[in-house]
């Protein structure tokens, strides 16, 4: 199985700040890397996938980079609806895997 | 708009069984493999099992936790998938979500996902 390790566990920021999470894959995974935001109670929301596309509607101050093993989300200016956390996951191969999450916390 | 709507969750004993149903709307159901996500308590995500599409004979992919005790299946005709859970044990407590998978020659993602349903293993 291909272990996702995200980093760090849990992130304390302002607001405006720029923060960024890592992302290391196990083994290679051809940027089939995706990077989804969660808010208590709710479901994950697509930001990013093939590690550096933007989907549809997500702010451009998200923006994800990397390949092989190593990946990273950043956020250019951290707004209050950005405090959440956030996962990676691997679509390269079975079975699909996520990061075990950042919470990124209001300093 | 796309929408994708879990239930059937609730309360069962260790060793029970349930069944999830997640509806899905405002996409051609049949043309996209479907996954099941869970989320115990306080933790992290876990991909559950996949059921591809018509064109790749509805095959299926499970997690090791769960091969054996589950069985994805999908209904076409009514855009419905669903989740058949049997030998439930307290760890598999969890909010189950059903998520669209998006694919192309490029690309590979999770792109739509239902609210969740919870369900709860206990005595």
Known sequence: ?107 | EVQLVESGGGLVQPGGSLRLSCAASGFTFSDHYMDWVRQAPGKGLEWVARIRNKANSHTTEYAASVKGRFTISRDDSTDSLYLHMNSLNTEDTAVYYCSRYYYNSRDRAFDYWGQGTLVTVSS
């Open chain 1, 1 to 107: 199985d291909i272990q996702l390790t995200q980093s760090p566990s849990f992130l304390s920021a302002s607001v405006g700040d720029r923060v960024t999470i890592t992302c290391r894959a196990s083994q290679g995974i051809n940027s089939y890397l995706a990077w989804y935001q969660q808010k208590p109670g709710k479901a994950p929301k697509l930001l990013i996938y093939t590690a550096s596309t933007l989907q549809t509607g997500v702010p451009s101050r998200f923006s994800g980079s990397g390949s092989g093993t190593e990946f990273t989300l950043a956020i250019g200016s951290l707004q209050p609806e950005d405090f959440a956390s956030y996962y990676c996951q691997q679509l390269d191969s079975y079975p699909l895997t996520f990061g075990g999450g950042t919470k990124v916390e209001l300093k």
